[in-house]
């Protein structure tokens, strides 16, 4: 990842604003849902992307029942031993 070379100071509330041409590179609009990961000493932002609950694959996801679920996963459920 080519760092942006992009300084913003975090406001009093928490809040740092995400200049309008990264915004765009990354197609983020108001609203957008946004991840917050954090590995070590960094802080990484990404668009969120469902994914699945099972496998936490982001391919062919489904919501159902308030989660999320990959076509893999229900095919794989669809295999399941019936119990009667």
């Not at 999320?68 to 794989?76: E, F, M, R, W």
């Amino acid at each position: 990842m080519k760092p942006a070379g992009v300084v913003r100071k975090v406001d009093q509330l928490g809040r740092i604003v995400l200049p309008k041409s990264l915004r765009k590179r990354y197609q983020m609009n108001e609203g957008d849902p946004v991840e917050i990961l954090v590995q070590g000493d960094h802080i990484i932002l990404e668009r969120y992307r469902p994914k699945c609950v099972f496998c936490g694959s982001i391919d062919e996801v489904s919501e159902f029942k308030d989660r999320y679920i990959c076509g893999a996963c229900v095919v794989d459920m669809m295999h399941l031993p019936k119990h009667g």
